[in-house]
């Protein structure tokens, strides 16, 4: 929390930590009035709020439908399999891209190329950086986000089920009004959690993944922050930057439990 004190003070490295003289919100104004600051954060509200409405419903869906797999051997081999991914670095995820995605010997491109398509450099490209990274948080995250809700529909009461069964209700409407209304405390904390982190992209994967030809969809603010702030040696803009988006995530976080109180009955405080 100390170091937000740059934001607000002209930090000279090698100098004091606390800065040289004191700015007050001189640096605030300049990234409110920077063009490159407004293109990095409408990338990182679109990337964020599509990425967000995309990933977030598909590990309840995953949960409930090996939930209805009988099979054990076969939901566990799914179950590992989806979330191995999660283990893996964005070093080495990013390499994976690079090699399913190059565009000379690539499997996608391949395939492309047997339909008639022809190769696309998917990674260097604007109009894909978006879709390529929300498959790539699917792949790696899909089964590690649906590990919580295995958990809670493991813990269910089968004589629910059981006296649903007695009465006559299908298994999508055992779905509806079992399952869900089991889940939804759950789903309504991680959708606080979700919201609260919808400006904190996957910085080490983006960064990885972005170069200059797609800067118009991949530049987010971290990245922002990353080249201002630190390669641009200009620290206190950086920290203002920072300052700015913790706040923001901050207010979201406030909102979205307030909202999910009032018409879901749950929150995290």
Do not use: C
């Not at 003289?21 to 300049?30: A, I, Q």
């Not at 390669?231 to 950086?238: D, E, K, M, P």
């Amino acid at each position: 929390m100390a170091g937000n004190i740059l934001a607000f003070r002209k930090y000279v490295p090698g100098q004091s930590y606390f800065g040289v003289k004191w700015e007050g919100f001189k640096y605030f104004e300049m990234f409110l009035q920077d063009p490159q600051f407004w293109s990095a954060f409408k990338n990182t509200l679109v990337l964020s709020f599509v990425t967000l409405l995309i990933t977030f419903p598909l590990p309840i869906i995953f949960s409930l439908m090996l939930n209805e797999i009988n099979g054990k051997y076969f939901k566990k081999v799914a179950q590992s399999v989806t979330i191995i991914p999660k283990f893996l670095s964005a070093v080495v995820v990013i390499m994976i891209l690079n090699t399913i995605l190059s565009p000379s010997n690539g499997i996608v491109n391949l395939l492309l190329e047997k339909i008639g398509i022809g190769s696309i450099y998917f990674l260097n490209e604007a109009s894909w950086f978006r879709p390529v990274y929300i498959v790539s948080e699917i792949w790696q995250f899909l089964g590690w986000n649906s590990i919580i809700y295995m958990a809670v529909l493991a813990s269910a009461d089968q004589q629910q089920y059981e006296a649903a069964m007695v009465d006559g209700a299908s298994r999508l409407q055992q779905t509806f009004h079992i399952t869900m209304p089991l889940l939804l405390p759950t789903i309504a904390i991680n959708l606080i959690i979700a919201v609260g982190n919808i400006l904190n992209l996957g910085f080490e994967k983006i960064l990885l993944m972005y170069t200059p030809s797609t800067y118009g969809t991949s530049d987010i603010i971290q990245t922002f922050v990353y080249r201002i702030g630190l390669i641009g040696n200009n620290f206190s803009y950086g920290t203002a930057v920072g300052l700015f988006q913790s706040v923001i995530s901050l207010v979201l976080l406030w909102m979205t439990n307030k909202i999910t109180k009032k018409y879901w009955g749950s929150g995290l405080w």
